[in-house]
């Protein structure tokens, strides 16, 4: 019996009839024959001899005999009604195959449904066919490749039915298909596989439809989105939805797109050159995404390997890999509780990673590199209505530029017009921008212990005999960024949370010195000073590397 087509095998063009109802299920197993069960254990006497094939005595036990499975009582096994029987669920109950001559055919266990030159139409009747009303999964299989035209229409999926297509679906240039599979207020629907190549609208479209779950699905070329599920307006959200494997090519639009769904787990997404993003998850709730990674998105709106937007929330994803495009990450418009585990960006035209009027958004480790723009920027839009970026936090990046002629403008850069509680910690922005390392807008942002960069960084020379030692203005605009207190009453006194990292720019001296820094208020200048004071004077001058951190 030939093995049922896969989608790497879009070429096996038809079926014989016993080949294909082969592949249907529902067919009952077979019963041993009476001499077949005699053959295979009949009562023999036993001779002592010991059996060379199977290291037993020649004491045979017969097929039907009562059984005690480790004390559990198997009886009455030659009563079991075979013709009740039935393979695995997995199994087709009609299946549409393709004869030599081009005729598609639809054929359940009593018999051909459909025939014709189409197989969209063919596979149509075979849905039609499975038993109205019922609770329970049936399944089409189309075995055999086939094209769509114009006239075809979708293929509707019901409630309660699988559709299993790993033969190619094609669609020729110039034909004007609409979605390839299509389901609106189903629930309990599968998609096991599916192969679409050619200009339809989308590969899959679906609305309002719940416990969905979508298999090994292969979209190239679509002029749309390669899969669509949504709920919006007076429709009902759409949601439990499982997807496996999906990968989408050369797409008019996103790759996968949800907008009103609930509850949703995505194991992996591959996009090739998508129109605009691979993944974007618009108003969805509880979302799961193992792996989304893309190659060039893009789109005149920025669009990004992975986007959430208009509020979508509590959606954890464990890893985002992009090359090329406009961005790898992109939160917009009031998405909250939002974790991303890990990131692999290179080569983004603007920012590796835009997070954008977004609350409770974490980014927990990976690589941003080589962009044409920022590595990564915490941004409000001054529109006067969406929340501003907040609690956004930003740890165990490597952020950084090693082109010959590097573009990345900052390593991370946070805008206004307002921002709260952000983080930015444990990161290493080394040769991370042209501008600078790390770009802080917020008083509220805690930034510390980064590699490279702080909430002020830079060089400064310690003068030999002076005092003090250096001083260097404006590390910080914020009057209450620090409170030093009353020495005289150290009760009221306050730790300052800006903290100041520094060491020599270079090694080797022979020359013994120390030094303290401090922070003060320039009133004059309305900025604090950074300080140093010798404690230890060398009598020659010292150059130092200095970070500010913003410790709360």
């Given at each position: 019996?030939?093995?049922?087509?896969?989608?790497?095998?879009?070429?096996?063009?038809?079926?014989?009839?016993?080949?294909?109802?082969?592949?249907?299920?529902?067919?009952?197993?077979?019963?041993?024959?009476?001499?077949?069960?005699?053959?295979?254990?009949?009562?023999?006497?036993?001779?002592?001899?010991?059996?060379?094939?199977?290291?037993?005595?020649?004491?045979?036990?017969?097929?039907?005999?009562?059984?005690?499975?480790?004390?559990?009582?198997?009886?009455?096994?030659?009563?079991?009604?075979?013709?009740?029987?039935?393979?695995?669920?997995?199994?087709?109950?009609?299946?549409?195959?393709?004869?030599?001559?081009?005729?598609?055919?639809?054929?359940?266990?009593?018999?051909?449904?459909?025939?014709?030159?189409?197989?969209?139409?063919?596979?149509?009747?075979?849905?039609?066919?499975?038993?109205?009303?019922?609770?329970?999964?049936?399944?089409?299989?189309?075995?055999?490749?086939?094209?769509?035209?114009?006239?075809?229409?979708?293929?509707?999926?019901?409630?309660?039915?699988?559709?299993?297509?790993?033969?190619?679906?094609?669609?020729?240039?110039?034909?004007?298909?609409?979605?390839?599979?299509?389901?609106?207020?189903?629930?309990?629907?599968?998609?096991?596989?599916?192969?679409?190549?050619?200009?339809?609208?989308?590969?899959?479209?679906?609305?309002?439809?719940?416990?969905?779950?979508?298999?090994?699905?292969?979209?190239?070329?679509?002029?749309?989105?390669?899969?669509?599920?949504?709920?919006?307006?007076?429709?009902?959200?759409?949601?439990?939805?499982?997807?496996?494997?999906?990968?989408?090519?050369?797409?008019?639009?996103?790759?996968?797109?949800?907008?009103?769904?609930?509850?949703?787990?995505?194991?992996?997404?591959?996009?090739?050159?998508?129109?605009?993003?691979?993944?974007?998850?618009?108003?969805?709730?509880?979302?799961?995404?193992?792996?989304?990674?893309?190659?060039?998105?893009?789109?005149?709106?920025?669009?990004?390997?992975?986007?959430?937007?208009?509020?979508?929330?509590?959606?954890?994803?464990?890893?985002?890999?992009?090359?090329g495009g406009n961005r790898g990450v992109f939160g917009v418009?009031?998405?909250?509780?939002?974790?991303?585990?890990?990131?692999?960006?290179?080569?983004?035209?603007?920012?590796?990673i835009l997070v954008q009027n977004c609350r409770d958004f974490?980014?927990?480790?990976?690589?941003?590199?080589?962009?044409?723009?920022?590595?990564?920027?915490?941004?409000?839009?001054?529109?006067?209505?969406?929340?501003?970026?907040?609690?956004?936090?930003?740890?165990?990046?490597?952020?950084?530029?090693?082109?010959?002629?590097?573009?990345?403008?900052?390593?991370?850069?946070?805008?206004?017009?307002?921002?709260?509680?952000?983080?930015?910690?444990?990161?290493?922005?080394?040769?991370?921008?042209?501008?600078?390392?790390?770009?802080?807008?917020?008083?509220?942002?805690?930034?510390?212990?980064?590699?490279?960069?702080?909430?002020?960084?830079?060089?400064?020379?310690?003068?030999?005999?002076?005092?003090?030692?250096?001083?260097?203005?404006?590390?910080?605009?914020?009057?209450?960024?620090?409170?030093?207190?009353?020495?005289?009453?150290?009760?009221?006194?306050?730790?300052?949370?800006?903290?100041?990292?520094?060491?020599?720019?270079?090694?080797?001296?022979?020359?013994?010195?120390?030094?303290?820094?401090?922070?003060?208020?320039?009133?004059?200048?309305?900025?604090?000073?950074?300080?140093?004071?010798?404690?230890?004077?060398?009598?020659?001058?010292?150059?130092?590397?200095?970070?500010?951190?913003?410790?709360?």
């Open positions: 019996m030939k093995d049922t087509p896969t989608a790497s095998d879009s070429n096996q063009a038809s079926l014989s009839r016993r080949t294909a109802l082969a592949l249907l299920g529902g067919t009952g197993v077979a019963a041993l024959s009476g001499t077949a069960a005699a053959q295979f254990g009949e009562e023999r006497e036993d001779d002592g001899e010991e059996d060379r094939g199977n290291g037993r005595g020649n004491s045979g036990k017969p097929w039907n005999r009562d059984v005690d499975a480790n004390g559990n009582g198997l009886y009455n096994l030659a009563s079991l009604d075979v013709g009740r029987v039935y393979t695995s669920a997995r199994d087709a109950d009609v299946i549409v195959w393709k004869d030599d001559d081009g005729t598609f055919h639809a054929d359940g266990a009593d018999g051909e449904v459909a025939s014709g030159d189409g197989v969209v139409p063919v596979a149509q009747a075979a849905i039609d066919s499975l038993t109205e009303g019922r609770t329970w999964n049936e399944k089409v299989l189309i075995a055999s490749p086939g094209e769509m035209t114009s006239a075809d229409g979708s293929l509707e999926l019901p409630s309660y039915t699988t559709l299993d297509a790993p033969a190619t679906l094609s669609i020729p240039d110039g034909e004007s298909v609409p979605p390839v599979v299509r389901a609106v207020g189903a629930e309990h629907i599968d998609v096991e596989s599916l192969v679409v190549e050619g200009p339809a609208a989308m590969g899959i479209r679906l609305t309002s439809c719940s416990n969905v779950r979508l298999g090994d699905i292969r979209i190239t070329g679509v002029t749309s989105d390669g899969i669509r599920i949504d709920g919006r307006g007076d429709a009902p959200r759409s949601t439990d939805i499982q997807m496996g494997q999906i990968y989408v090519e050369g797409n008019g639009h996103h790759g996968v797109e949800t907008y009103g769904v609930d509850r949703i787990q995505i194991e992996q997404v591959v996009g090739n050159d998508p129109a605009s993003c691979v993944v974007l998850l618009n108003d969805t709730v509880d979302a799961t995404v193992n792996s989304v990674v893309g190659r060039e998105p893009g789109g005149p709106a920025g669009y990004a390997t992975f986007r959430v937007a208009n509020g979508a929330h509590d959606v954890t994803v464990g890893e985002v890999v992009s090359r418009s009031e998405c909250y509780d939002i974790t991303i585990g890990h990131v692999n960006i290179e080569g983004a035209e603007d920012q590796g974490a980014v927990q480790g990976g690589v941003v590199k080589n962009t044409n723009g920022d590595g990564v920027r915490i941004d409000s839009r001054d529109d006067g209505e969406q929340l501003p970026a907040e609690g956004v936090s930003i740890s165990n990046l490597r952020v950084y530029d090693d082109r010959d002629e590097p573009k990345q403008t900052w390593g991370i850069l946070e805008t206004g017009p307002a921002c709260n509680h952000n983080r930015i910690v444990n990161n290493d922005v080394r040769g991370g921008g042209t501008t600078r390392n790390i770009g802080i807008f917020s008083n509220t942002t805690v930034v510390r212990d980064n590699a490279g960069g702080g909430f002020a960084d830079g060089e400064v020379t310690l003068s030999a005999g002076e005092s003090p030692a250096a001083r260097v203005e404006g590390v910080s605009e914020f009057p209450d960024v620090t409170i030093p207190g009353s020495v005289d009453e150290p009760e009221d006194f306050e730790a300052s949370a800006l903290a100041v990292r520094a060491k020599p720019a270079t090694t080797g001296s022979t020359e013994t010195y120390a030094w303290e820094s401090y922070v003060e208020w320039n009133g004059s200048a309305g900025s604090w000073d950074l300080v140093f004071e010798w404690r230890t004077d060398p009598g020659v001058d010292v150059t130092l590397e200095y970070v500010v951190d913003k410790t709360r």
